[in-house]
Nanobody, 133 residues
């Protein structure tokens, strides 16, 4: 059983930066690299929203329009950890941020489907990011 634990969320002023981390632990029987990893966010009363995804090997990534040019997803497979660097934060970025894992054996490609929460098998508990005006 693999567990994902997010950290790094906090209150920050608009225009500031944060780096979220998601550490994987436990044993699924497969290396961490066999999972494409994504970040989502959710606000009360709204559906969970795709932010970014990175391939198992770390060479491929994609972003939602709301995150492109401001956020960067990366991973350190030696540490079984994925990151989300967030710059130029805005109050609309306030949400609980979740990392998610999708089993995908092709390390240098992104899965065929990765935008929906149902595309992922593993989830963390979330970390709160609050951006003040």
């Amino acid at each position: 059983q693999v567990q994902l634990v997010e950290s790094g969320g906090q209150l920050v002023q608009a225009g500031g930066s944060l780096r979220l981390s998601c550490a994987a632990s436990g044993d699924s029987g497969f290396p961490f690299t066999t999972n494409a990893m994504g970040w989502f966010r959710q606000t009360p009363g709204k559906e969970r929203e795709f932010i970014a995804v990175v391939s198992g090997g770390g060479s491929r990534a994609d972003y939602a329009d709301s995150a492109r040019d401001r956020f960067t997803i990366s991973r350190d497979n030696a540490k079984d950890t994925v990151y989300l660097q967030m710059n130029s934060l805005e109050p609309l970025d306030t949400a609980v941020y979740y990392c998610a894992g999708k089993r995908w054996m092709y390390l240098d490609t992104l899965p065929w489907s990765y935008i929906l929460p149902s595309d992922y098998e593993m989830w963390g508990q979330g970390t709160q990011v609050s951006v003040s005006a």
